[in-house]
C-alpha cells in the first residue's frame, strides 16, 4: 500500500487524492451544504490545442458554464472565472461570492474550465495516454485558452462586445486570475485572486513555511493537540517496525487496508500529513463539505479528541483515530478509513501530478522541530527522477518565475490578493499591496478562498469586510472602463457605481 508523495494545489500540501472517501456519501442533516448547486448553462467552445505554434491545427470542445439570468443586456460586465485542476462544475458551485454579488453588478457569469480536467480533454481518452499527448498541458495554454472563449464571448453574445470582464479564481485558479490578467491585459480589466499562491515556487518562498501555518492553526485550537501529532510520527515509526505492532496500527487507526511493510507505514504518515493540511485549508467558520463533510471550525473538533496530556502510546493512537473520524466520518457512514484517498473526486491528482512535474514545481518541507510534521526535506534531484519515472518529463523549477515575473510584478495592474491568515497556502501569496492598483487584502479569520465561498450567517467580521471591500475595488475598474470606452451601461442601468 504505497501512498504517493507528491504536493497538490487545491488540497494537500503531501499525497495525492483520487475520490471522494468510501464513495457517495449520504447526506447528513446536521452538515449544512456550503456547495450550492445553482443554474447555468453548459456549453463547448472548439479551441485550439496548441495556442502557439502552427504544425498542430487540432482543436477540442473546451467546457464553460453560463449565467445571463442577472446580466443587463447592453453591455453588463462579465464575471470570468478561471478553471483550477478539476471538473468546473465543483467549482462553480463552491464560488458563491460570484452568485451573490451577480443581480448587484447586473453580471452575466463565466465558469471556464482548464484543459486536461473535467471534459475539457484534448484528446478525449488518449490525453494522459503519453508525454505527446499531455506536452500542450500547460498554464500558458491554458490561460490562452481563457483570453480566447473571452473573445469569442464578447463577438458572439449581442450586447456583450462592450462588456468589461473581471476575472475570478482561487488557489490554483487564483494563480490563473492573477496572470491572466498580467498576459493579457486587454481581456479581462481587473482580477480578484483569492489565496493564490504565486510566490510559492523556488527561490520565492522558503519550503517550510506552509508546514508551519499549519501547526499554528492546530496549536491555537489546542497546544496539547500540535503537541501529540508531533509526537505521534516517533510512535508510528517504532510501531511500524515489527509485525505485531503494524497490527496495532491498522487496528488502532481503523484502517482499512493492512500495514505489511515499513514503507506502508511511511505512507500513513504521508497520508496523515495531508489530511492534517487539509484541515486548516478547510478550518470554516460554519459546516462546510468542499473537500469533506466536515462542522464548523474542524481543527478545533478534531483537536479535542487528541488533547490529552502524555497519553500512552497505544492511546494515542486511538485519539488520533477518533480526530480522523471527525473528517472521514462526520456522516457517520465509513466502517474504516481508506488511506488512498483524502479529499474529493472532483479534484485531479493525476493532472496535478503531471502539472507539478513540469511547471508547478512548489518545494516543500518540513523539520519536526518548528512544526509538528515528521522530517521531509525537499529533493530537487529525487523529485525530478520521479517525475521522469512517471511522466518521462523533467521539471523545471525556474520557468514559473522567468514566464510569470517572480516578486518583480509592480507593472501589472488591478489584481486584489485576497488570502486567509489560517490558509497554508497564504505563505506563498503576496501579502502586502505593491502599488494602488497591486492591491493586498488579509483576512485573520479566513481559511483558503473563504471570500469566494457563498456568504454565510457565520462569517467572521473579517471576511465580511473583505468582500466589501473588493466589491469597491471592482466598481472602480468597471466604472474607469465604462468611462474610457464610452459606453451607454452606466447611463442605462441603475447600477451603482
Same mark, same amino acid.
Given at each position: 500500500?504505497?501512498?504517493?508523495?507528491?504536493?497538490?494545489?487545491?488540497?494537500?500540501?503531501?499525497?495525492?487524492?483520487?475520490?471522494?472517501?468510501?464513495?457517495?456519501?449520504?447526506?447528513?442533516?446536521?452538515?449544512?451544504?456550503?456547495?450550492?448547486?445553482?443554474?447555468?448553462?453548459?456549453?463547448?467552445?472548439?479551441?485550439?490545442?496548441?495556442?502557439?505554434?502552427?504544425?498542430?491545427?487540432?482543436?477540442?470542445? @473546451?467546457? +464553460?458554464?453560463? *449565467? #445571463?439570468?442577472?446580466?443587463?443586456?447592453?453591455?453588463? $460586465? !462579465?464575471?470570468?472565472? =478561471? %478553471?483550477?485542476?478539476?471538473?468546473?462544475?465543483?467549482?462553480?458551485?463552491?464560488?458563491?461570492?460570484?452568485?451573490?454579488?451577480?443581480?448587484?453588478?447586473?453580471?452575466?457569469?463565466?465558469?471556464?474550465?482548464?484543459?486536461?480536467?473535467?471534459?475539457?480533454?484534448?484528446?478525449?481518452?488518449?490525453?494522459?495516454?503519453?508525454?505527446?499527448?499531455?506536452?500542450?498541458?500547460?498554464?500558458?495554454?491554458?490561460?490562452?485558452?481563457?483570453?480566447?472563449?473571452?473573445?469569442?464571448?464578447?463577438?458572439?453574445?449581442?450586447?456583450?462586445?462592450?462588456?468589461?470582464?473581471?476575472?475570478?479564481?482561487?488557489?490554483?485558479?487564483?494563480?490563473?486570475?492573477?496572470?491572466?490578467? @498580467?498576459? +493579457?491585459?486587454? *481581456? #479581462?480589466?481587473?482580477?480578484?485572486?483569492?489565496?493564490? $499562491? !504565486?510566490?510559492?515556487? =523556488? %527561490?520565492?518562498?522558503?519550503?517550510?513555511?506552509?508546514?508551519?501555518?499549519?501547526?499554528?492553526?492546530?496549536?491555537?485550537?489546542?497546544?496539547?493537540?500540535?503537541?501529540?501529532?508531533?509526537?505521534?510520527?516517533?510512535?508510528?515509526?517504532?510501531?511500524?517496525?515489527?509485525?505485531?505492532?503494524?497490527?496495532?496500527?491498522?487496528?488502532?487507526?481503523?484502517?482499512?487496508?493492512?500495514?505489511?511493510?515499513?514503507?506502508?507505514?511511511?505512507?500513513?504518515?504521508?497520508?496523515?500529513?495531508?489530511?492534517?493540511?487539509?484541515?486548516?485549508?478547510?478550518?470554516?467558520?460554519?459546516?462546510?463539505?468542499?473537500?469533506?463533510?466536515?462542522?464548523?471550525?474542524?481543527?478545533?473538533?478534531?483537536?479535542?479528541?487528541?488533547?490529552?496530556?502524555?497519553?500512552?502510546?497505544?492511546?494515542?493512537?486511538?485519539?488520533?483515530?477518533? %480526530?480522523?473520524?471527525?473528517?472521514?466520518?462526520?456522516?457517520?457512514?465509513?466502517?474504516?478509513?481508506?488511506?488512498?484517498?483524502?479529499?474529493?473526486?472532483?479534484?485531479?491528482?493525476?493532472?496535478?501530478?503531471?502539472?507539478?512535474?513540469?511547471?508547478?514545481?512548489?518545494?516543500?518541507?518540513?523539520?519536526?522541530?518548528?512544526?509538528?510534521?515528521?522530517?521531509?526535506?525537499?529533493?530537487?534531484?529525487?523529485?525530478?527522477?520521479?517525475?521522469?519515472?512517471?511522466?518521462?518529463?523533467?521539471?523545471?523549477?525556474?520557468?514559473?518565475?522567468?514566464?510569470?515575473?517572480?516578486?518583480?510584478?509592480?507593472?501589472?495592474?488591478?489584481?486584489?490578493?485576497?488570502?486567509?491568515?489560517?490558509?497554508?497556502?497564504?505563505?506563498?501569496?503576496?501579502?502586502?499591496?505593491?502599488?494602488?492598483?497591486?492591491?493586498?487584502?488579509?483576512?485573520?479569520?479566513?481559511?483558503?478562498?473563504?471570500?469566494?465561498?457563498?456568504?454565510?450567517?457565520?462569517?467572521?467580521?473579517?471576511?465580511?469586510?473583505?468582500?466589501?471591500?473588493?466589491?469597491?475595488?471592482?466598481?472602480?475598474?468597471?466604472?474607469?472602463?465604462?468611462?474610457?470606452?464610452?459606453?451607454?451601461?452606466?447611463?442605462?442601468?441603475?447600477?451603482?457605481?
Amino acid at each position: 500500500m504505497e501512498i504517493p508523495f507528491r504536493i497538490f494545489l487545491v488540497f494537500a500540501l503531501y499525497g495525492g487524492a483520487s475520490a471522494v472517501l468510501f464513495g457517495h456519501r449520504a447526506h447528513n442533516p446536521g452538515v449544512e451544504e456550503q456547495s450550492k448547486s445553482y443554474e447555468y448553462n453548459t456549453s463547448y467552445y472548439d479551441v485550439l490545442v496548441d495556442h502557439f505554434g502552427f504544425a498542430n491545427s487540432d482543436t477540442y470542445a @473546451m467546457r +464553460y458554464l453560463t *449565467s #445571463v439570468t442577472h446580466w443587463d443586456h447592453n453591455g453588463g $460586465p !462579465i464575471f470570468f472565472y =478561471t %478553471g483550477n485542476e478539476g471538473d468546473i462544475a465543483w467549482f462553480c458551485n463552491n464560488t458563491g461570492f460570484m452568485w451573490d454579488i451577480a443581480p448587484e453588478f447586473k453580471a452575466m457569469l463565466v465558469f471556464a474550465e482548464h484543459r486536461y480536467y473535467g471534459e475539457s480533454l484534448p484528446y478525449g481518452t488518449d490525453s494522459y495516454k503519453d508525454k505527446q499527448h499531455l506536452d500542450f498541458f500547460t498554464a500558458e495554454q491554458a490561460l490562452a485558452d481563457f483570453a480566447d472563449l473571452i473573445r469569442y464571448i464578447k463577438s458572439t453574445v449581442p450586447g456583450a462586445s462592450n462588456s468589461a470582464v473581471i476575472a475570478f479564481g482561487g488557489s490554483y485558479g487564483g494563480m490563473l486570475a492573477a496572470w491572466l490578467r @498580467m498576459k +493579457y491585459p486587454s *481581456s #479581462v480589466i481587473g482580477s480578484l485572486a483569492a489565496s493564490a $499562491p !504565486i510566490w510559492q515556487f =523556488t %527561490g520565492l518562498t522558503g519550503c517550510e513555511t506552509q508546514v508551519q501555518i499549519v501547526t499554528k492553526d492546530f496549536a491555537k485550537a489546542s497546544p496539547s493537540c500540535a503537541k501529540n501529532i508531533r509526537r505521534s510520527w516517533d510512535v508510528m515509526t517504532k510501531f511500524g517496525k515489527t509485525e505485531s505492532g503494524r497490527q496495532t496500527l491498522f487496528t488502532n487507526l481503523r484502517l482499512c487496508d493492512p500495514l505489511k511493510t515499513s514503507s506502508d507505514v511511511e505512507g500513513i504518515k504521508s497520508w496523515l500529513s495531508e489530511v492534517y493540511d487539509n484541515l486548516a485549508m478547510v478550518d470554516y467558520p460554519y459546516a462546510a463539505s468542499f473537500l469533506e463533510p466536515l462542522p464548523a471550525y474542524p481543527i478545533k473538533v478534531v483537536c479535542s479528541y487528541i488533547n490529552k496530556t502524555e497519553p500512552s502510546d497505544d492511546q494515542l493512537l486511538l485519539d488520533l483515530a477518533n %480526530g480522523l473520524n471527525v473528517y472521514f466520518n462526520y456522516t457517520g457512514s465509513a466502517k474504516c478509513f481508506n488511506a488512498s484517498h483524502a479529499a474529493t473526486g472532483d479534484l485531479s491528482d493525476e493532472g496535478w501530478g503531471y502539472q507539478s512535474c513540469t511547471e508547478m514545481v512548489m518545494p516543500y518541507c518540513s523539520d519536526g522541530v518548528q512544526d509538528m510534521f515528521p522530517v521531509v526535506k525537499w529533493d530537487e534531484a529525487k523529485e525530478a527522477a520521479q517525475c521522469q519515472k512517471t511522466w518521462q518529463v523533467t521539471p523545471r523549477p525556474q520557468w514559473i518565475n522567468l514566464q510569470f515575473g517572480g516578486k518583480d510584478i509592480q507593472a501589472a495592474s488591478n489584481i486584489i490578493f485576497s488570502n486567509g491568515q489560517l490558509d497554508p497556502w497564504s505563505a506563498g501569496g503576496v501579502l502586502e499591496s505593491l502599488s494602488d492598483t497591486l492591491i493586498a487584502i488579509i483576512i485573520p479569520e479566513g481559511a483558503h478562498h473563504l471570500d469566494l465561498r457563498a456568504k454565510n450567517d457565520d462569517d467572521p467580521p473579517s471576511v465580511t469586510k473583505a468582500r466589501e471591500t473588493e466589491k469597491t475595488i471592482m466598481r472602480q475598474w468597471i466604472k474607469s472602463y465604462y468611462i474610457d470606452n464610452k459606453t451607454n451601461f452606466m447611463n442605462n442601468t441603475n447600477v451603482k457605481l
